[in-house]
């Protein structure tokens, strides 16, 4: 297992276009998570996922932002008629709620530029 | 609700010297994790250490020391004779009983050759 990984790295958009990202956790681990990181600032929770179910959502996350995990393996993260104040770098991370170990993993992230 | 805060936004400090990062979080969770990660410039967050809420024996791992303080609820770690490779962006973070990780703010690092 090489650890999480996300797809792509970076997407360039033109506002109003609808985007995808792709999270593969690390296989053994149950959460998973979303965040969305601005310049000079920390990673901002928006979901998160135990296993298929997703137990929350922050109320920053306009209707414009979705995510799956079907089947409690990958996920997606999907932003619906782009603005201009959605380029970020979102983030995925993935844990797990067993064996003593808590902290999370995280991609690389993919980048958001919209234009 | 919970809340981490990290009051330095920027350090700079010169190699070899030692760097403390502080961290004070709020919760009302009597069971909870913290955690120090790690964004060099390379971007990628890179998970450093973790304490639980239960111990609040203060440890070493090599360069690194971390002083958990329940009292004041702060979490501060340090760094030992610096090196330039230190520089970077860290992070504290709160994982409470609902298993929901947030991030400080996060304190830029810079060591001086």
């Known amino acids: 297992d090489t650890g999480v990984s996300q797809d792509p790295r970076h997407k360039i958009t033109k506002r109003g276009q609808n985007v995808t990202f792709r999270c593969d956790p690390i296989?053994?681990?149950?959460?998973l998570y979303w965040y969305r990181q601005t310049l000079g600032q920390g990673p901002e929770f928006l979901t998160y996922?135990?296993?298929?179910?997703?137990?929350?959502k922050s109320r920053l996350l306009s209707d414009r932002f979705s995510a799956e995990r079907p089947k409690g393996s990958f996920s997606t993260l999907e932003i619906q008629r782009t603005e201009q104040g959605d380029s970020a770098m979102y983030l995925c991370?993935?844990?797990?709620?067993?064996?003593?170990?808590?902290?999370?993993?995280f991609g690389q992230g993919t980048r958001l530029t919209v234009v | 609700a919970q809340k981490v805060t990290q009051a330095q936004t920027e350090i700079s400090v010169v190699e070899k010297e030692d760097v403390t990062l502080d961290c004070v979080y709020e919760?009302?969770?009597?069971?909870?994790?913290l955690f120090w990660y790690k964004q060099p410039p390379s971007g990628e967050l890179v998970f450093l250490i973790r304490?639980?809420?239960?111990?609040?024996q203060n440890e070493i791992s090599g360069r690194y020391s971390w002083n958990f303080q329940k009292s004041t609820s702060s979490f501060n770690f340090t760094i030992t004779a610096s090196q330039v490779v230190d520089s970077a962006v860290y992070f504290c973070?709160?994982?409470?009983?609902?298993?929901?990780?947030?991030f400080g703010k996060g304190t830029r690092l810079h060591i001086l050759p």
């Open positions: 996922f135990q296993n298929e179910a997703q137990l929350e």
């Open positions: 304490r639980n809420s239960f111990d609040e």
């Open positions: 919760t009302r969770d009597t069971t909870y994790y």
């Open positions: 296989s053994e681990h149950n959460r």
């Open positions: 991370a993935s844990s797990s709620s067993f064996g003593g170990f808590p902290e999370a993993f």
């Open positions: 973070a709160l994982r409470g009983r609902d298993d929901k990780i947030i």
